[in-house]
């Protein structure tokens, strides 16, 4: 394992498009007229203003494009981090509550894609396919049962993966059934029946991410080492088979691809992405970077090579000077056709 650090460097010349993908260190509080961003391609820090960030109420997503919303019209759109480019939506009815989630259900181009967000302290969610003239919302009841069969309420985004995959949005329900909101054309929500992954008794805490990618559905499964969440022992890769159901283990997703994980920017929820690796952002192919927010003090960036299991840690705010964030960092990354 090595321990990688870097130091922050404000340049006003700073092009975001060129380091994407990066981790953003917004502290959240009103003052703040720019953010730090850690660049991988570059592996260093950088103070840049987001004026998207700045301006609005933003909620990014696992597709690259960020939902932002003008809190004194109510007006939304999407926006692009590479160029600014945006997709006009319609205005909410009022302010999305302090705690959400959001992504969409497939690229902004499809003629199906729903803009989704969850409430991740309420069983509720608001969907606006493109081109739509209003936000619906909508309640939903998801109930599990525990090992001691007592029934309780399970939301769709709150402290588990949500993935889209081929227009429908999968998520994590129980041990035997793997969740799905499906578009005919509003939201209807079904169940999957998959056996969950074995998970070694030796490892009792564990964070699970699901995540969409060039038409597949991963779970990514990371060990910690027994109850120490500052340390990973294991991890495990996993591509669900359709024709089964069932998750297939597997050592490798390909070359020309990474997955992000982490925290979001209010770190109640697990983000997953999928990115492609090129030469021009110096991506490690095959491999799966993780921003540790269950440890939240520290937010070490790990990264793991899949085919020889080779981990390196970046601590990019280690040691800063730094204050503890109100939000977690959170991840921004290129609209990508590995989505």
Known sequence: MQDSSSSSNPDSTFELASALPVLVHDLGTHQADSQTLYSISKQDLRTHTIDEVRDYRCFETPQGWVLALDRSSLQTFLWRPQDTERIQLPPVEEDFPSQCKCLLSDVPTASTCAVLV??????????????ASKWDCCSYTL??????????????????????????????????????????????????EVDMVDLPLSMPMCSTYLVGSSSELFLVVIFFDGDNVHKIAEFGVYKMDF?????????????????????????LSNFGASCTATPENNLCGNSVYFLNHLAITENYLHVINLENGMEEVLRPFRDKGFPMPLRSPFWLLPTDPMI
């Open 118 to 131: 969850f409430d991740l302290d309420d069983m509720q969610m608001w969907a606006c396919q493109i081109g």
């Open 143 to 192: 109930t599990v049962f525990d090992a001691c069969d007592n029934p309780r309420e399970r939301h769709i985004a709150r402290r588990h993966g949500v993935a889209a995959v081929g227009g429908n949005v999968y998520f994590q329900l129980t041990g035997y059934e793997l969740g799905i909101i499906e578009f005919n054309p509003d939201p209807c929500i079904a169940t999957i």
């Open 243 to 267: 024709s089964e159901p069932a998750w297939r283990k597997v050592d490798r997703i390909g070359d020309d691809r990474v997955f992000l994980l982490g925290g979001d920017r209010i770190g």
